[in-house]
């Protein structure tokens, strides 16, 4: 049991993991000064992907349910995380971005009836300065609407996790198609946002080409596949005390792949944060194991099949 609950936190680990590779493979492949085309990208053909291979819609009261899902971690998150990047000093949208498990923790007080606890609270200050030292750069002024925007984009994502915890999945849909539900519903949301702002999508070149189909793929539709999964096995709080993999994996890409230096602060900011993610994840026990209540027979058969992309869920 031990074993396969580390398996699905080190699976579950991947998503961050991936996003950190996002800011390298959109300056160094994609088109500059189009976030919003690029959240287009990222979203709707990874969504669309994932309806084709679950071959399973909503029914009744989760179209809105998977709409405000969808809205909320990806139409809202993916715009609101740009705006925040572009008009902020370096690194301070990632700094925001990492107080999330704080986030994380009240709204499951709110909404899922977990009482806040000073260990969580501990981890998630610990966390966040952790990510402060390694990406927070020479000051500047503080933009006041990119800072609503980070913190915005925070809550969006925060409130995002925790309704996706308190409202599981319907009978018989496992997190694939819950998560090409919410990726649809998130890149529609965007796409005429990208059209009204940016206008026409950009000519793209091989490299482009490549770098939209990782983004789409292992970045989006994988990850997010992971990520929701994740969720529903795991509690709110331990799947968001993950969130910190992702700035500090953009900080190890900046210095493996686009030779940025490190400092002895910097590297110890990652030591922080890094530990505060592995406390996170120790002494969870049985809290975050699903409710048969909340996620009945659904979460049974993703015992078996939710492993293997290849399995039931494409058959349906």
């Not at 949301?189 to 939209?212: F, M, Q, S, T």
């Not at 529903?232 to 799947?239: C, D, E, F, I, K």
């Amino acid at each position: 049991m031990a074993a396969n609950r580390a398996a699905l936190i080190l699976l579950t680990a991947l998503a961050p993991i991936s996003w950190g590779t996002t800011y390298a493979v959109t300056t160094e492949f994609l088109p500059a000064d189009r976030p919003l085309f690029t959240g287009l990208m990222r979203a709707l053909p990874a969504g669309l992907l994932l309806l084709a291979l679950a071959r399973v819609l909503p029914r009744g009261a989760w179209w809105w349910k998977a709409a405000v899902l969808g809205a909320l971690n990806i139409g809202a998150f993916f715009p609101l995380l740009f705006l925040s990047a572009y008009r902020l000093p370096g690194g301070m949208a990632a700094v925001v971005g990492s107080v999330g498990p704080l986030f994380v923790v009240g709204l499951a007080a709110l909404f899922l009836g977990q009482r806040p606890t000073v260990r969580n609270v501990l981890i998630g200050v610990v966390a966040a300065f952790g990510v402060s030292l390694v990406v927070l750069k020479a000051a500047g002024a503080l933009d006041p609407v990119g800072l609503l925007a980070a913190l915005a984009s925070t809550a969006a994502m925060s409130t995002g996790t925790v309704l996706t915890k308190r409202w599981g999945r319907p009978e018989g849909v496992g997190p694939l198609a819950l998560t090409g539900w919410q990726l649809t519903a998130g890149g529609l949301l965007i796409a005429p946002l990208a059209l009204l702002v940016e206008g026409a999508p950009p000519a793209l070149d091989g490299r482009a080409v490549g770098g939209y189909l990782y983004l789409a793929l292992a970045n989006t539709a994988v990850a997010y596949w992971l990520w929701f999964r994740g969720i529903g096995r795991l509690s709110a709080t331990q799947v968001t005390f993950l969130g910190p993999l992702s700035p500090l994996t953009a900080a190890v890409v900046g210095w493996a792949a686009l030779g940025q230096a490190l400092s002895p602060l910097q590297l110890a900011g990652m030591a922080l944060a890094f530990g505060a993610t592995v406390v996170g994840q120790i002494g969870a026990g049985r809290a975050g194991q699903a409710s048969p209540r909340m996620f009945g027979s659904a979460e049974k058969k993703d015992r078996k099949d939710s492993m293997d992309l290849t399995g039931p869920a494409l058959r349906r």
